[in-house]
């Protein structure tokens, strides 16, 4: 069994900066991809970002240049560095992560979420 703890998020200013972080415990799984979802009212939650156990990263169009997802293996942890925050990036922010257990069974599993809202 595998538990996510998000930071928590808050409240920006228009072209502020913030860092969110989610660490992942529990034993007997080897963690593969790891990434950011979002869901802002009314809409369905998109992928934010994500990164593979090697390091590859991919971004949604939207967050491109401003977001930074990165990960320390070590730590079973996940972060995503957000910049030049905009109103429009408003949402609950999960951490996402894809597991294997010791059987080898694959699992997704989800932080608890974390609301950021950017507004002046």
């Known amino acids: 069994q595998v538990q996510l703890v998000e930071s928590r998020g808050g409240l920006v200013q228009p072209g502020g900066s913030l860092r969110l972080s989610c660490a992942a415990s529990?034993?007997?799984?080897?963690?593969?991809?790891m990434a950011w979802y979002r869901q802002a009212p009314g809409k369905q939650r998109e992928l934010v970002a994500r990164?593979?156990?090697?390091?590859?990263?991919n971004y949604a169009d939207s967050v491109k240049g401003r977001f930074t997802i990165s990960r320390d293996n070590a730590k079973n942890t996940v972060y995503l560095q957000m910049n030049n925050l905009k109103p429009e990036d408003t949402a609950v922010y999960y951490c996402n992560v894809d597991v294997v257990d010791w059987t080898w069974t694959s699992y997704r599993y989800w932080g608890q979420g974390t609301q950021v809202t950017v507004s002046s």
């Open positions: 529990g034993s007997s799984f080897s963690i593969n991809a």
């Open positions: 990164i593979t156990s090697g390091g590859t990263t």
